[in-house]
């Protein structure tokens, strides 16, 4: 990643960006229908271990995820922890849970649905 950053009225972008660096290869859609079934398998399972591994983090939050710094912390908000799949529960203050910005809030007309987005996070 080249540069960042999460607060478009601070920036001259007017917008939240991310820059990051253009990686060699290709698209796995543009070649899926060529792999062998074992290639596939390889990669279905990479990425269900993947999962497994985020899934095993439980969040005492509903919101995104968002560095501590970026983003205003409200009164009564507990300080950013999970709980690990043997049941720790650990504080990290590098990060805090925010407003949700899932499209499932924007797709198919919710856009306009006048309702408060800057909610968050919820229990």
Known sequence: MFAWSSRAEENPV???????????GVQLSS????????????????L?????SWMSTTLKQYGSLYYAQDIPRKPDQPEFSYITKDGSEIEDQRFTIGPTVHRQSIDFGRANVDFDRGRGPCK
């Open 48 to 52: 269900a271990l993947y999962q497994k």
């Open 31 to 46: 070649v899926w229908r060529t792999l062998p079934l074992d290639k596939k398998t390889e990669i279905i399972k990479t």
């Open 14 to 24: 007017g917008a939240e960006y991310i820059i990051m660096e253009k990686l060699n």
